[in-house]
């Protein structure tokens, strides 16, 4: 909003072209990222059309967009198939000839060179743009960008291929959109992420104890679950000048739920946990099923932390591999207290490991009873001399559920190797009551 | 395309709201889930217009969708905040009064009883809709649709919380087009999923084997990484009659890299496989860290065929764990042949399991040498009878790798369990070659 009356003379508007978009058999993730790209110089877009290739609605709707907008984005129809038609729907609403390019051609024949490609007929087509245009390079792929004014519009096309886009839009499209409209980019946006505080929840601890929040910090919240992110945007050097000491006190607000910034995984701030404080960790796993040690190994560098998961599905496995005595499956189960801190006590010990984690619960949709329902769990950390443990109720479907107790294990044995004391609020608002 | 022809009086667009939609702080899905129930009807989608959440704009916009389209679907802006706005916008787009509705009233007071929850300005403003609409029931949320007829076109808005539009679509506005629009659903929509050959190779394998397909059967692919969705639509009797036979062609000519119809996972896939054959699998993972076992367990089920997973990450816990030789490690190194081979023998032991998988690999992106290059894997499979081994060369990144890989190993069990001799293409294309 405050983006926009900066630079109300620029209304930006994007075009999607595909039948695979309308159709509902890809999902549009390029419009989200063009989006945020624009953001970093203060632009927003507000309004995105999305047609079949169609060649007399592409041309419609190109005609129809940059009679209203400054700028126009198109993604995708650059590829050298007969349904990709961008180029010739351009020419048809600008009323130009489509024609050989001299720089398309040789960035083509490049592209083909450099693979040991013969440049064929449908690739050549590639080069076919609408007469006037200015060549946009794409490192990347074959399919150049191109840039033209129709209208009083500057229409930028992009290609649809994610990976080149990513790779044009910063590195052509922007520059040449900030020279182009003398964008002075004011905007800055800080993302962090945040794990087990509710939107709702959030929002009325700002409210009850930074009542005084300016009004020019923009507090945007975006679940990405079981993690929340938090983003503060600034558009003005007072707003700058402000925000340090207000994500300071936000952060210190919102203790340790705080994962990191930007975009930090539960599972990355772990792993730099462990290695600040050269800790090895391992888990002991029922019904998350190998999912928490997936969560650390997909990060790069989880080595040097982790050398051992025991994902002991069946009860005889826990007593087989984690020494966890037959006799307390059998008098209080494998979701209970007692157990979870036998799986710890063992993982800790065949691992060699300095802290870990280990859970158990009812992951359903089956498999609960009345005193131990579906949603159940029970989850141990600690280390060989200090062991905690805490039984959760998550009514939630299985997946999000793995997904939840996998995250809070890796939170709760993260702050026990930085000594945090407070415990997070999940422990209380999602606490089983029997 | 052909049931644009067939319906070519119908004409569908969508319209969605929000900030967060056009910000690309939240990614779009609602509207392929729309597309895909439309279709269902033979309906296509030609058109859809994301806008903010700017009254102007939202009114402006419904007054020219309606008046080139026959059903317009509106997501979203049905909540009880400010920004939505989608009552009050179609209400200016039909000059007509917003008055207190009688149905909505009900519904929402019904649904604040459930709730025990005292009925409050703002969702009272919920029930506020334009004069003249008809109410469509919302079960599992607060906020109704409702459907109106402007410029001839008929109006149908959804809400915008996934949950509630995946229950109101199929039930309530679906059978409202059906009826209002005499649809015949004559389109019949058949998928399956595919493991371990790329687009272009179907299409050449079709090309090849199977040149006279009929036009009237459409055959579509779907990247769904590492998956392949194949989708054949056929839009009247005729097509109906022969698809039965051309997909048993087409499933024969494609062979055990078909996981199975629909959407069924690999990992399910084979826990039915297991649960026909009545026998246990385990896992040893290095590389994949968890990943296999994860999506076994993601699985509701899973608990009759698997029982125990070792994640041996170092190679003191491969030996610790799973008996790998130390003096293999040394001679051989982690990433190796009888490394794979000792580390499958070890977990079938260890854990009773009838058949098992062995994975150790370098996901990267460092820790690659010459000899071993970031992106080399080695599996081992079968059971204590028979074991093989395969090295693959997958050079995408880590997630990427670590994804296939799980999918593959999954894949292999899956052949070896019952007994499908004939290799998967990957063995051969993506072989490592020293």
């Known amino acids: 909003m405050i983006a926009m009356q900066k630079n109300n003379k620029i209304n930006v508007e994007l075009l999607l072209t595909g039948n695979e978009l309308v ?36 041309a419609q709707e190109i005609s129809e967009q940059t009679k209203r907008c400054d700028i126009l984005i198109i993604n995708g129809g650059l590829g050298p198939t007969v349904d990709d038609m961008t180029s010739q729907a ?19 024949l490049a592209w ?70 003398n964008v002075t980019d004011t905007t800055d946006i800080s993302r962090f992420n945040l794990f087990g505080l509710g939107e709702a929840t959030i929002q009325e601890l700002v409210n009850e104890h930074l009542p005084d929040w300016p009004d020019d910090i923009e507090l945007g919240y975006r679940a990405a679950m079981p993690h929340i992110e938090i983003k503060l945007t600034t558009h003005d050097q007072a707003g700058h000048d402000k ?22 995984s539960m599972a990355k701030s772990l792993i730099n946990a462990l290695d600040a404080n050269n800790k090895k960790v391992t888990f002991a796993e029922s019904c998350t099923g190998g999912l928490i040690s997936s969560l650390i190994t997909k990060e ?97 479907p299985r997946t999000a559920f793995q997904q939840y107790v996998a995250t809070a294990a890796i939170d709760l044995v993260k702050r026990h190797v930085l000594d945090i004391v407070e415990p997070p609020e999940y422990l209380s608002t999602r606490a089983f009551k029997k």
Not at 40 to 49: F, I, N, S
Not at 129 to 158: H, W
Not at 246 to 261: E, S
């Open 23 to 58: 159709s509902g058999d890809v999902i549009d993730s390029n419009s989200a990222f063009i989006a945020q790209d624009l953001g970093k110089l203060g632009l927003e877009v507000t309004r995105r059309v999305t047609v079949k290739d169609d060649l007399t609605l592409l």
């Open 112 to 181: 083909c060179q450099r693979r040991n490609y013969e440049l064929n007929e449908s690739n050549r087509k590639q080069a076919m743009l609408p007469q006037g245009c200015d060549v946009i390079a794409n490192e990347t792929g074959s399919a150049v960008g191109f840039t033209l004014s129709l209208n009083n519009c500057q229409v930028y096309t992009t290609p649809g291929v994610p990976r080149e886009l990513k790779n044009m839009l910063p590195n052509e499209i922007m520059p040449h959109i900030q020279q182009q409209f």
């Open 243 to 264: 925000k340090p000491l207000w994500q300071t006190k936000l952060a210190n607000l919102l203790g340790a739920h705080v994962i990191g910034d930007g975009k930090m």
């Open 90 to 108: 351009l020419a048809i609403a600008a009323n130009v000839p489509i024609v050989e390019h001299k720089d398309a051609m040789t960035s083509l």
């Open 300 to 396: 790069s560098g989880s080595s040097s932390v982790f050398e051992a998961g025991f994902i002991t599905y069946s009860n005889a496995m826990k007593t087989k591999m984690i020494d966890v005595p037959e006799s307390l499956l059998i008098e209080h189960g494998a979701v209970s207290e007692p157990v979870v801190k036998a799986m710890l006590t063992g993982a800790l010990k065949q691992s060699g490991a300095d802290v870990g984690v280990a859970v158990s619960g009812i992951a359903g949709p089956n498999g609960g009873t009345n005193d131990k329902p579906v949603g159940l769990v029970w989850i141990a950390w600690g280390d060989a001399q200090v062991q905690h443990t805490v039984a959760l109720l998550l009514t939630i």
